[in-house]
């Protein structure tokens, strides 16, 4: 099969490390790609968000399967452009539909799926800037902290946790009246804060049957003990030790089924990976989010923990035959540790060179900000490298990819000392 990702991330990298094992491969294109993938395929300049030239390629590299890593080109209908393209509706993709990915394109209709569905989620209500003084009402019915989500999508950056009312109040105006996060805030979800330990959940769907994949922890903020700002994600772990067998099959019993269910229900075509965020209350499972793709980066801790062939698995969505499909899981711990440029997840250079990733040798780097300039790999992003070792438990894990991150360096290298540590 010839094989196109789309993305350029440490996610795309980790599932074209792991295609590539693939006896069905033929020929792998990652668009755009950075310095790791392009090692290991062929990355081709494109545009992601042009529809047309993801066409064009499709027909000229003879393209069987398409993997989309990013959530924007989802939520933006690709899946339909290519099942609606006369030429090119016999390929085969990995993603849902764009009326399925309003999962993660809205945050009004995630609450409303959940609730419509009877799924364990916070209480919330959702505002626009015509109704701002309900919402000020809203918010003095909570208690705090108080949890603000503009609706759209923005970049993982629309979430807002905040201790103080009249904070709370003053920052819905902003996001509503001022347009804080632009587009994605016209619309603001308010709901009430669940205080637990979080967990990712990738639950991998042809519509009809399901596959879990290893769970997760990842670690958002910028600092050590959970503290700073939010980031894309500092650091994963996997397996999670505090998700039993009694919890998990909560997680199944109450959530993934429903969701698969309430998929079917409502006619949202699913073929893909639904990534469910829960947190873990009391011992009680409830959702946070979904997302419509694999999440970063926790793909770079769950996909070196899946035996099986990932092609095969890919290729059983597209067809429906995923009850058929194998799923084989190592029973090692995995820990990954993001390298990230001094600065994120604010302001930061870039450019910067980095040396020693020829000395490592116990772990896997997965490149996720970088690109090649002529001899040299340079930073090309906020996260740059995730470092992810296997272990028999967490400490092993752990101590492994700080060993490995010793004999890396680029100038104002940054990243988390304690990934791991609170397990």
Do not use: W
Request: net charge negative; hydrophobic share 35%; proline share 3%.
């Amino acid at each position: 099969m010839n094989i196109l990702i789309l993305g350029s991330g440490g996610r795309e990298h980790a599932i074209a490390y792991k295609i590539v094992q693939s006896n069905l491969l033929n020929n792998l294109f990652i668009a755009p790609g950075n310095a790791g993938t392009s090692k290991i395929g062929k990355n081709l300049n494109l545009n992601i968000s042009d529809f047309n030239a993801i066409k064009q390629t499709i027909l000229e590299h003879k393209i069987d399967l398409v993997f989309v890593g990013p959530e924007d080109p989802l939520v933006n209908g690709i899946h339909d452009f290519i099942l609606q393209n006369q030429d090119i509706k016999h390929v085969k993709v990995f993603g849902p539909q764009k009326k399925a990915a309003q999962l993660e394109g809205s945050k009004e209709f995630t609450k409303e799926f959940l609730f419509r569905h009877h799924i364990p989620t916070a209480k919330y209500q959702s505002f626009t800037a015509d109704n701002l003084e309900k919402g000020y009402q809203f918010l003095e019915t909570l208690d705090a902290p108080y949890v603000l989500k503009a609706d759209g999508l923005a970049a993982g950056k629309g979430v807002l946790i905040l201790n103080d009312l009249q904070e709370a109040k003053t920052e819905l105006k902003e996001m509503l009246t001022n347009q804080k996060f632009g587009e994605a805030s016209n619309k603001v979800v308010i709901e009430e804060f669940l205080d637990g330990i979080e967990l990712s959940c990738f639950v991998v769907t042809d519509g009809k049957n399901y596959k879990i994949l290893p769970y997760a922890k990842d670690y958002k903020r910028i600092n050590e003990g959970d503290k700073g700002l939010n980031t894309g994600g500092m650091g994963a772990v996997s397996p999670v030790s505090f998700a039993d067998k009694i919890f998990l099959n909560k997680v199944e019993e109450r959530i993934i089924k429903p969701t698969i269910n309430g998929l079917q229900k409502d006619s949202l075509p699913y073929k893909g990976v639904v990534f469910i965020g829960l947190i873990k209350v009391n011992n009680e499972p409830f959702v946070i989010e979904y997302n419509v793709r694999f999440g970063d980066p926790e793909t770079e801790v769950i996909i070196p923990r899946i035996k099986s062939d990932l092609l095969e698995l890919f290729n059983a969505v597209a067809e429906e035959k995923l009850d058929q499909y194998h799923l084989e899981i190592d029973e090692r711990t995995a820990v990954t540790v993001m390298l990230v440029s001094g600065g994120y997840p604010e302001k930061y250079e870039k450019n910067k060179e980095i040396l020693g990733l020829e000395n490592v040798k116990d772990s896997i780097i997965f490149h996720a900000g970088t690109k090649s300039d002529t001899n040299k790999t340079v930073t090309n992003g906020g996260r740059v490298l995730a470092i992810t070792s296997y272990g028999n438990d967490v400490k092993e894990a752990t101590k492994k990819s700080y060993e490995s991150i010793e004999k890396i360096t680029f100038d104002k290298m940054n990243y988390r000392t304690d990934i791991g540590f609170d397990l």
